[in-house]
């Protein structure tokens, strides 16, 4: 057994599967927004409302928290060994992934005319959802059948916390953005809300999220078992990576950029020693040798140098305007070169073992995926160095520097749609050639 327990395929050929709906079609049709959106942001920024805004949560929210609501699951299910039909699992998560994306677009399209009320309501309501997802995470995990690999829902649980906060924090700086009759001390308090706002959505949901995940997910795609101490170390960790998490959005909303960088610091800290320390101890066995394992390494590497780098520039800061300013660069090379690294790296792992097929579509799909992927892991890597060290600098190349970046992943979506058209082939002819078994 690899590390994620009892996600590994059986050897022998497995029933019939029970259907479910393919909620993984949102985050392929938030992608192809996501890179709509980001190429006109940088290309043509006034004509579009609310650029920064959009290009930010088109992704971090329509991507990632799809990501995040439909993996999670399918994590949960196998680690707590879930039977198949599991309403909280099945039907309930469903139910989530629907009413997450209509709220979704109800909240782009009123920021885009900045409704004040339409985006508050749709803040508040992905709140809703998003608690709900938490609470039945936290629900499932009591079972008596979880493995001691369930370490993972204590961190989705924790992330969905954070997320639940950061709605709130949404709706106060929603009424200073668009409210006039905003108070005046919501209006002066307005860039530390912005910074936690930040903190607890991307270090808290989408951070705890990703780290959790890795703890397991990791080992599995270098094919070698966990580190022995991984869980524990991972466990032990929580609190701390959570509490600096906690430390740097309340040290922001009180104006002490001090705080945020001691707290930033100590999230680093807990990540290297209680997530990333294991994972480098498994690698030692097998190193990253495929697309999906370099560029789940890519972004690792990169979401720590941008962590730091928005630490340090929290030491240096005068105030939350300053340190906003400052941070912008990190922050999309925290998305861009971290963030959506990992995901594509575990999407690239993923797809074809969920689409199956037998080991020959596999293969096939997987085959597809990594097409020339040393080329694209440098071209990419070497973008995002170049954005990294130019900082707030700006200019056609920088430009061409962000448009390589988009189109690395522009080329990845296609080699996913390519991947998935073959593999189906290869499973339907693998059942045919079985006389209508699934494989």
């Not at 590497?301 to 400052?326: C, E, K, M």
């Not at 190349?397 to 080699?415: I, K, N, S």
Request: hydrophobic share 55%; charged share 10%; with cysteine.
């Amino acid at each position: 057994m690899t590390g994620l327990g009892g996600l590994s395929r059986p050897a022998t050929p497995a029933r019939r599967p029970t259907r479910r709906p393919r909620t993984d079609r949102w985050t392929t049709g938030w992608l192809l927004a996501t890179l709509a959106v980001t190429a006109v942001g940088l290309l043509h920024p006034a004509a579009l409302p609310q650029p920064l805004w959009s290009m930010i949560h088109v992704g971090a929210l329509g991507v990632l928290t799809n990501g995040i609501l439909q993996w999670s699951w399918y994590f949960t299910r196998a680690l707590l060994h879930l039977a198949p039909d599991d309403l909280r699992s099945g039907r309930d998560a469903t139910a989530r992934s629907v009413a997450f994306n209509v709220v979704l677009i109800g909240l782009v399209a009123a920021m885009w005319t900045a409704s004040t009320w339409g985006t508050v309501t749709a803040a508040g309501l992905v709140g809703v959802v998003i608690g709900w997802h938490g609470l039945a995470l936290l629900r499932a995990g009591r079972t008596a059948l979880a493995s001691r690999f369930a370490v993972v829902i204590r961190y989705y649980v924790v992330a969905a916390g954070f997320l639940v906060v950061g709605c709130v924090l949404a709706g106060f700086l929603t009424v200073s953005m668009f409210a006039r009759t905003a108070p005046a001390w919501l209006l002066h308090a307005r860039d530390d809300l912005t910074l936690a706002h930040a903190l607890v959505n991307v270090g808290g949901w989408l951070g705890l999220s990703i780290a959790g995940t890795l703890v397991t997910l990791g080992p599995t795609m270098l094919r070698t078992r966990m580190d022995p101490r991984a869980v524990d170390d991972a466990i032990g960790v929580l609190p701390w990576v959570a509490g600096g998490v906690l430390l740097a959005a309340t040290a922001a909303t009180a104006g002490l950029m001090p705080g945020i960088g001691i707290g930033l610091l100590v999230v680093v800290v807990g990540l290297l020693l209680g997530v990333a320390l294991p994972l480098v101890r498994a690698a030692l066995g097998k190193a990253p040798r495929a697309y999906a394992t370099w560029t789940m390494t890519a972004g690792i590497g990169w979401a720590l140098v941008a962590v730091l780098a928005i630490a340090v520039n929290a030491f240096r800061a005068a105030d939350a305007s300053a340190l906003r300013d400052a941070d912008l660069p990190w922050l999309a090379v925290l998305g861009a070169g971290g963030l959506a690294q990992v995901f594509v790296g575990a999407l690239t792992y993923l797809m074809p073992v969920v689409v199956g097929g037998g080991p020959e579509a596999v293969r096939r799909g997987m085959g597809v995926l990594e097409t020339v992927w040393p080329l694209r892991v440098v071209l990419r890597s070497t973008a995002l160095l170049l954005i990294a060290v130019t900082g707030t600098g700006s200019g056609a190349l920088r430009t061409a520097w962000w448009l390589l970046v988009l189109g690395a992943y522009a080329f990845d979506v296609v080699l996913f749609a390519l991947s998935g058209v073959r593999q189906a082939k290869a499973r339907r002819a693998a059942v045919e050639s079985l006389g209508g078994a699934d494989v």
